[in-house]
């Protein structure tokens, strides 16, 4: 199980989103080259929504060859802030999958009807890591694709306190263009 925090804001567009990427504003914190690739993948859950009604979300995207599967459990504070936790494992069917995810620390979870696809995404992925004075690693991403853009920071190592304090910085700054995502699942989680 890993700990996931993550904030994420609509852009209102790609050219948006190239701007941004090259502004002093994140630049200052860089210290590689964006690494981009396509997402494609797709979401989980049953008829009735008992995942979603559990604050999980299951997603399978393909990773070069393999698909992968990743099971995040958390939810959206009023801040716009998500705190929760995740597992990842090879996906190889809808059948084992949950199997697999407890075998790396999943809880178990008892539904009373099967997984099925519920929602295809696609989308391009530019990130780096930002590299923050208090000993903080935060990824930054700019994705855009199924008619949305957006960015999101998720804190890789160190203080939370030190991603909500960047994440206020670029609310002043972004104020006019950014806004926060209020629900965990209008996006695909990576």
Avoid at 104 to 111: H, I, K, V, Y
Avoid at 123 to 133: G, K, Q, T, V
Avoid at 139 to 148: A, W
Wanted: net charge negative.
């Amino acid at each position: 199980m890993a700990s996931k925090v993550e904030i994420t804001f609509n852009l209102p567009s790609l050219a948006a989103a190239v701007s941004m990427m090259h502004d002093e504003f994140f630049t200052r914190y860089t210290k590689d080259d964006y690494r981009s690739r396509d997402v494609i993948g797709m979401c989980y859950d049953n008829a009735s929504g008992e995942l979603r009604a559990l604050n999980c979300a299951l997603h399978v995207r393909r990773t070069g060859r393999i698909n992968v599967a990743n099971l995040i459990y958390g939810c959206v504070g009023d801040d716009g802030v998500f705190f929760g936790q995740q597992w990842t494992s090879r996906f190889t069917d809808v059948f084992t999958v949950m199997e697999r995810l407890r075998e790396r620390g999943a809880p178990e979870l008892t539904l009373t009807a099967p997984l099925e696809p519920i929602e295809t995404f696609r989308y391009s992925r530019s990130a780096a890591i930002l590299y923050m004075p208090e000993p903080a690693r935060v990824e930054l991403s700019f994705c855009n694709g199924d008619g949305k853009t957006w960015l999101t920071l998720e804190l890789l190592y160190g203080a939370t306190s030190e991603l909500l304090r960047f994440a206020d910085e670029l609310r002043l700054v972004y104020g006019d263009v950014i806004n926060t995502y209020k629900s965990a699942n209008e996006k695909s989680s990576e």
